[in-house]
């Protein structure tokens, strides 16, 4: 994993926050394993020191041996210019990697083209072939497991997990950031995208993922999905919730948003009290997880309202809480580890 | 659909209550698509009046003109036998269902004979192709929609939801049996067995089931699936209770059980009373539903001991409650019936 060499293919959306997700993630939290980033209409540029390239030849200097998928393309799909670009990698020799829905062996003549050139094709979001349900086995894990939920999709959870994780192996603690979704995956190098899983094997998938983080260290963060009130992406979430089998939550909200974003019925966003109730009441019966912290996205107020907006959740919730991206995450994990004793 | 003559296989599990239950079901509630039973064990006996039969031979006189697997085969596969008899069903010209998590285009050389012998390949479990996630059109649906939920896998849901729709057409309303399983699809001849779409897209599936519903009748009762604290199907369960919009619940239970069953760790049952607070604090924001009956599966105590179940189950929700297998429907349906006013 260490050796892994990035060329994060961009193209269009390098600077857009929501569509250039796994290239901002990889860069946040993986920034060693990126030598070179392709997006024509800012070359010459930089990102986080990082050059920003025009085309596959321009990044060659700077030695990838994998090309990334960043960004998600129009509809998720790969139109005609991303295959020949997916192509041009492949010729170059460079491994692909891809996060979306769409497979890349599902791109006519790719996967011969692959195998001619000695490279790997890895689709992020495709599960492990073995899946089965759930068996119990994660109240076996010999860790804390700490998992990230929400008040809505999109607001920061996956963040605030590794912002967690961080901070945890910044004090030497043999924490493990445990990823769900494609970003986390390609930030980790490891994990399983649990919304692409077969429904019947929703718990078994985040039983597994838990199961192989014990394996590598004993301080758990669970990256979240969905939310519990999601209209469309509630069964995700609360099969994670189960089949991760965590100790503790850190609720996760985005300051301002009143209602679930990306959802046509405009549904209500409860308040947070609510939903740390309601975490809690549906925790699993026979492991009890308590809210022990609210992560709040403050991305779009100023500092002085941020720091109102976190005093006012800790108000209704009596729990701390913080941005653990503006303040970092140093409040909330000194309560999950008081909270682990 | 009304066309149709099953021969039901069901070697070894005829009378198997859970190993038999797609048999039982088909038997109950499509009995009148049903000409033979193939199990050799019981050769020459009847259930309800249908033949049974022990070779796929001696049941053409009665004229099938589909096989039906009515059994959960030893690990949900098809072993050698099971595969043999599939052949020879295939031979006869008998289109082939399977509500499995297997699939018959994977047993070798299956697909082949079936094109040859002119015949089709059913399988009940398989999404259709192109489902996505919930668009919100579910609110839409012009229909009272009634979701029956439960406190476990297993206790009488699907049977329940039948019994309701039953009792509903009885008194001339233009009711609908929403199947969301392999067995309800095998008795209804269509819906979708939402535990075997992709996570992300569980809702969309729900949502599917009762805009389809609603072009079939105005009373919808959709079949329940999982448990919204079963440690392994709860995604299922949430997932299901959100994309189908429902109005109303009927929360099923089975007198005398505390734990989840087939669930290693030994999960309690909360009680009814707070299975109906956590169901209704659970749905949708911009549907708000309530529970308005509990059905009651009696079927292991006797009639008085299930008469005082009936009436503890009462005190304690101040609902009506009923079994409607042993005890008909009426009940249950009348308070639907006047809960949409």
Redesign the interface.
């Known amino acids: 994993m260490s050796e892994k060499k990035y060329l994060v293919l961009a193209e269009e959306f390098s600077q857009d926050p929501h569509y250039g997700k796994t290239l901002r993630g990889v860069l946040r939290y993986r920034r060693e394993s990126v030598v070179a980033i392709l997006d024509p209409e800012r070359e010459g540029e930089t990102m986080d020191g990082v050059p920003i390239v025009a085309h596959v030849d321009d990044a060659l200097p700077f030695e990838p041996n994998t090309a990334l998928v960043g960004v998600v393309t129009q509809g998720g799909h790969f139109p005609a210019d991303w295959r020949a670009l997916l192509r041009e990698c492949v010729e170059h020799r460079l491994d692909l990697e891809n996060g979306l829905h769409v497979r890349l062996r599902d791109i006519p003549g790719l996967s011969e083209l692959a195998r001619e050139r000695g490279v790997e094709l890895r689709d992020l979001r495709e599960p492990p072939p073995d899946l089965s ?4 086995a994660n ?1 076996d894990v010999d860790a804390t497991i700490v998992l990230t939920v929400g008040s809505d999709c999109a607001i920061g959870k996956m963040t605030a997990t590794c912002e967690l994780d961080l901070e945890a192996r910044k004090r030497g603690l043999r924490s493990v950031f445990v990823p769900t979704g494609q970003t986390g995956i390609a930030i980790a190098g490891w994990g399983i995208a ?7 094997f ?3 998938a985040a039983e597994r993922l838990v199961i192989e983080g014990g394996e590598r260290g004993d301080l758990l963060w669970v990256e979240g999905q969905g939310a ?16 991760s089998a965590p100790h503790l939550y850190v609720l996760c909200h985005e300051v301002g948003r009143k209602t679930v974003e990306g ?6 966003i ?1 308040s947070l009290r609510e939903l740390v109730e ?1 975490h809690e ?2 925790s ?3 492991r009890p997880a308590r809210v022990v912290g609210i992560a709040l996205n403050t991305a779009s107020v100023s500092e002085a309202e941020a720091r109102e907006a976190i005093a006012a959740a800790e108000e209704e919730t009596g729990l701390p809480a913080d941005d653990p991206v503006r303040f970092r995450a140093s409040k909330l994990l000194d309560s999950v580890l008081t909270s682990t004793g």
Chains 1, 2 share one sequence.
């Open positions: 349900t759930a068996t119990g109240l649990v919304d692409a899983v077969v429904s019947d929703l718990a078994g519990i009130l999601h209209p469309i992406y509630s069964g995700v979430a609360l099969g994670l919730m189960h089949g959802d046509a019925t405009n549904s209500p409860p309601l009441r549906m699993l019966r026979t």
